[in-house]
């Protein structure tokens, strides 16, 4: 008898091991593919030096092949990060969710970055829930040049 329940503990704590395990792969491989998206964001932005039809064109396209969830999460107009950027988006451009903040630099360079935020997206199946985490980037400062 007393090995029995022994038996019963030692399996008991291996599966609690292999769940947090795989658990904590799986935030891992969610969360490095959310950075992904948000460096091929960035580059289009950087390479085409402002968040423009260009680079919102780039965007979707790279993000079509990366295999970003399209969860339709809304961006906060009045946001810590700065002013979101507004543009002419087509039912086409508008599929997924991403955030796109323009933000002024301090100094008087003439300079300003954009941020960008892109969701960790983990569906919980115990639970029945999706849970959305927020994965925040930056630009480099791309200068400002007036028409």
């Known amino acids: 008898m007393k090995q029995g329940v022994g038996m019963s503990f030692t399996i008991n704590l291996i599966v609690i091991f292999i769940v947090v395990t795989f658990a904590f792969l799986v935030a891992t491989l969610n969360y490095y593919k959310a950075y992904k998206v948000n460096n091929a964001i960035s580059d ?21 092949t990366l295999g970003y969830v399209n969860n339709k999460k809304g961006c906060d107009k009045n946001s810590k990060y700065g002013t979101l950027v507004k543009t002419d988006v087509t039912s086409e451009q508008s599929n997924f969710s991403y955030c796109v903040y323009e933000q002024d630099t301090n100094d008087d360079t003439g300079k300003f970055k954009y941020v960008i935020i892109t969701y960790l997206n983990m569906n919980i199946p115990i639970i029945n829930a999706t849970l959305n985490l927020p994965v925040k980037t930056t630009t480099e400062p791309i200068y400002y040049f007036s028409e």
Do not use: C, M, P, V
């Open 44 to 64: 289009s932005i950087e390479k085409y030096e402002g968040y423009n039809d260009l680079a919102i064109t780039e965007i979707n396209r790279k993000l079509t």
